[in-house]
T-cell receptor, first 117, second 109 residues
Framework: KAGVTQTPRYLIKTRGQQVTLSCSPI?????VSWYQQTPGQGLQFLFE???????NKGNFPGRFSGRQFSNSRSEMNVSTLELGDSALYLC????????????????FGSGTRLTVV | KQEVTQIPAALSVPEGENLVLNCSFT??????LQWFRQDPGKGLTSLLL?????REQTSGRLNASLDKSSGRSTLYIAASQPGDSATYLC????????FGAGTRLTVKP
């Protein structure tokens, strides 16, 4: 079965622009979580969506937002890009929401490498 | 707040050696613990998932154990190979999957 698909794989944006990243979860998975990975901070949780609702949010500014559609696909948007937003953005899908006490594991996509210049 | 620590941060071993990677967490009220592998610039590949009611999981040359009461997990890799070179991450739930900083493993031929 198909895994988690993230598009695009690479992006180069200019400071001040905005960007939208996409994540298609494994068929049947209703939970999508987003993470930012940088060399200095490691993997940091951005937010989790389940059934089109944001269930949990990490400690990121409001410039980072997301949504989930009825088919469980999710998008993440970053507005007013800063140099520090350069990172690998990873999404993970799961059968149920970790924030709701799920003990199902996560399956990750290959990530989107965002470079802000 | 859940804190996850992985020791050592880096490890270099000769091919064929058995090795142990360590993961500790501060809050024992977890639903599961998952070990991942990450190759440079790539996404995370799930290796083993241990649910809170389980003590260990095995897959091929990999064995992971979980001791919730002490807040520890170990990943045992038998007969290491150069292809095992990667960063190994552990993560615990609930609320969100909280990750350690990883152990960078290098297996020398």
């Amino acid at each position: 079965k198909a895994g988690v698909t993230q598009t695009p794989r690479y992006l180069i944006k200019t400071r001040g622009q905005q960007v939208t990243l996409s994540c298609s979860p494994i068929s049947g998975h209703r939970s999508v979580s987003w993470y930012q990975q940088t060399p200095g901070q490691g993997l940091q949780f951005l937010f989790e969506y389940f059934s089109e609702t944001q269930r949990n949010k990490g400690n990121f500014p409001g410039r980072f937002s997301g949504r989930q559609f009825s088919n469980s696909r999710s998008e993440m948007n970053v507005s007013t890009l800063e140099l520090g937003d350069s990172a690998l953005y990873l999404c993970a899908s799961s059968l149920a929401a970790a924030s709701r006490g799920s003990n199902y594991g996560y399956t990750f996509g290959s990530g989107t490498r965002l470079t802000v210049v | 707040k859940q804190e996850v620590t992985q020791i050592p941060a880096a490890l270099s071993v000769p091919e064929g050696e058995n090795l142990v990677l360590n993961c500790s967490f501060t809050d024992s009220a977890i639903y599961n613990l998952q070990w991942f592998r990450q190759d440079p610039g790539k996404g995370l590949t799930s290796l083993l998932l241990i649910q809170s009611s389980q003590r260990e999981q095995t897959s091929g040359r990999l064995n992971a154990s979980l001791d919730k009461s002490s807040g520890r997990s170990t990943l045992y890799i038998a007969a290491s190979q150069p292809g095992d070179s990667a960063t190994y991450l552990c993560a615990v739930a609930p609320n969100d999957m909280r990750f350690g900083a990883g152990t960078r493993l290098t297996v020398k031929p």
